[in-house]
């Protein structure tokens, strides 16, 4: 997947690209298509455009090749299944292997408890899940953890917010600041509006702060 961005300098760009991606410099092969320039007196300046994309890494990927699914799966479903007797929910665990991806899918009569407020619960779950699998030699699977196909709904809505609040920047000509956002749904804002003709987008804060800010594209 390759992010280009736009920003008033190229460390801007790049920052605005390297979050989008989820990914640190060091991880990233950046494209300068633009250096940028202020011009004078604010005539003649030029919007910096760069392209960023993750690098690949080869001993990850020869270590994935050699990944045993289904050992993964039933580390998967024998983690989850002994949160979920404790916990006293009754969850049945469905998985998939998607390649290096294993798909993982909660079922049962309560999963608004599973998901928890913006799905934080599903995203600690899916967390614990990924170290639990992910421990020994088996090699490295990526885990994908959904519950009553919730990220797809969740994807959604977050695509529809942004194309309204982004509307209403054009309209009011002010930039608005959204509720804060794990990174997996700044980047989904970030991604919706990447190529947005007269809006851009960038973040602020720290930690489980950090908001996503939609602003006019200076011209």
Sequence with gaps: MVVEKSAKTKEEAIALALEELGIEEEQAQI???????????GFG?????VKVRKKLSEKKS???KGCCSGE?????KEFLSKIFELTGEDVTVDTVSDGDVLRVNLSGPDMGIVIGKRGETLDALQHLTSLAV??????FMKIS???ENYREKRNEALESLAGKLANKVMRTRRSTTLEPMNAYERRIIHSALQ?????TTYSIGQGINRKVVIALKQK
């Design 31 to 41: 494209e300068v298509v633009e250096e940028g320039s202020k011009g004078f007196l």
């Design 45 to 49: 300046s030029k919007m910096a455009v």
């Design 62 to 64: 020869e270590k994935s």
């Design 72 to 76: 993964c799966a039933d580390k998967a």
């Design 134 to 139: 992910n421990k020994g030699d088996c090699g």
């Design 145 to 147: 953890l959904d519950a």
């Design 195 to 199: 190529d947005h003709e007269f809006v």
